[in-house]
């Protein structure tokens, strides 16, 4: 009977005969590649073949690459879980004259030491570097844990950072990227009354006023604080002891500070009481009290020749040491019980009482108390 024979099914760009396992339905982008390129319109029964549609997304897998969807640089080596969103990035193609460094992961960049226990350097960091150094860190290089401190390299490791290549080639993502990033940096400065982080804002004058000591003390003391203070997005560890140091020495309000420094009270008080427990726990008992010091130096580096003939025996072995009870004005307590124990008859104001042990050269030894004005 006419029309019983099998059915064919030609390809219909290139109108091969296509075998049932090689022939395949046109979807809708197909049909919009057919009729972009072939003016070729198709019919529901038509069928294209395997090697037809290979072609197709081979094109449109090279059209596509100009515009490829990437992870960014913080999510690029992170666990599926927690990639959150795509972003539209070029291929690298604009050549800047900026140094940059190797990347690899199965060494340091900076002290080429091997891994395993390497980490990936985080987008903060490399930023910081290109600020402080114009370096420019690709995404997914690795070092070791011990030069980064709270996301940020260390002042060692930023100067043992070299580069290897004289020009760096970047994409159009990670140009934007940057600017956003120089601009945010810009406009935190631009709001930013004092600044401690830079050394080149503030003189050494300027330290003494401000904090009461010069600017070498005042790094010296930013060891101790460091690793136990952490940077927040409107202050760093440095502007934290630089509010500290400033509350002691000028005494003024935190609503007043918090004006000076253009940050919230909430947050400058946050940052007065970090310092303060840092400082206690780390600086304190290097620095004061009886176990600090041996006896031998005492007798050795703080005690003058004249206390010694007048107080020794003259064989320079008797630590003699001054013991001096002084007042401390406060402001008045909101505590009724604190208030009451600390409010002095003899001087009709409130205060705390220290005692203050020094050597004869004016060295601090320890300081007791403070006890209540009661006492």
């Given at each position: 009977m006419?029309?019983?024979?099998?059915?064919?099914?030609?390809?219909?760009?290139?109108?091969?005969?296509?075998?049932?396992?090689?022939?395949?339905?046109?979807?809708?982008?197909?049909?919009?590649?057919?009729?972009?390129?072939?003016?070729?319109?198709?019919?529901?029964?038509?069928?294209?073949?395997?090697?037809?549609?290979?072609?197709?997304?081979?094109?449109?897998?090279?059209?596509?690459?100009?515009?490829?969807?990437?992870?960014?640089?913080?999510?690029?080596?992170?666990?599926?879980?927690?990639?959150?969103?795509?972003?539209?990035?070029?291929?690298?193609?604009?050549?800047?004259?900026?140094?940059?460094?190797?990347?690899?992961?199965?060494?340091?960049?900076?002290?080429?030491?091997?891994?395993?226990?390497?980490?990936?350097?985080?987008?903060?960091?490399?930023?910081?570097?290109?600020?402080?150094?114009?370096?420019?860190?690709?995404?997914?290089?690795?070092?070791?844990?011990?030069?980064?401190?709270?996301?940020?390299?260390?002042?060692?490791?930023?100067?043992?950072?070299?580069?290897?290549?004289?020009n760096v080639i970047l994409n159009r993502s990670s140009i934007m990227d940057i600017l956003k990033k120089l601009r945010y940096t810009a406009l935190q400065n631009e709001q930013s009354r004092i600044d401690f982080d830079t050394d080149k804002v503030l003189s050494d004058s300027d330290f003494i006023n401000l904090t009461g000591i010069n600017k070498d003390n005042f790094n010296d003391l930013h060891s101790y604080i460091k690793n136990a203070v952490r940077n927040t997005p409107t202050r760093s560890t440095r502007t934290s002891l630089g509010i500290f140091l400033f509350k002691l020495k000028s005494g003024i309000s935190n609503k007043v500070l918090s004006t000076i420094f253009n940050i919230s009270r909430s947050s400058l008080r946050r940052a007065i009481s970090c310092v303060r427990q840092a400082l206690v726990k780390n600086f304190v008992p290097e620095n004061l009290g009886f176990k600090h010091i041996s006896h031998d130096d005492v007798v050795n580096l703080h005690t003058r020749p004249l206390a010694q003939t007048l107080f020794g025996e003259g064989t320079n072995t008797q630590a003699i040491l001054v013991l001096d009870g002084t007042y401390m004005y406060i402001q008045k307590s909101g505590n009724f019980h604190f208030q009451r124990r600390s409010y002095s008859l003899h001087k009709g104001r409130p205060l705390v009482k220290p005692m203050v042990v020094v050597t004869t050269t004016g060295y601090f030894v320890t300081v007791l108390g403070p006890y209540m004005a009661d006492c």
């Open positions: 006419p029309g019983s024979g099998p059915k064919y099914y030609p390809c219909v760009l290139c109108n091969k005969r296509t075998k049932p396992h090689e022939r395949r339905s046109i979807n809708k982008s197909v049909a919009n590649y057919l009729k972009k390129n072939f003016l070729i319109t198709y019919k529901q029964e038509d069928k294209i073949c395997n090697t037809c549609r290979h072609k197709y997304y081979v094109q449109e897998t090279r059209q596509s690459s100009v515009v490829q969807h990437i992870l960014s640089d913080d999510e690029d080596y992170a666990p599926p879980a927690k990639r959150r969103s795509t972003v539209l990035s070029s291929p690298p193609s604009v050549s800047l004259s900026i140094p940059s460094t190797s990347k690899s992961h199965s060494y340091c960049f900076i002290c080429k030491k091997p891994g395993p226990k390497l980490i990936v350097v985080p987008s903060q960091a490399r930023f910081s570097a290109f600020l402080k150094k114009e370096v420019i860190i690709p995404a997914g290089c690795r070092c070791c844990p011990g030069h980064l401190t709270e996301d940020n390299f260390t002042e060692d490791a930023i100067s043992k950072i070299n580069c290897t290549n004289d």
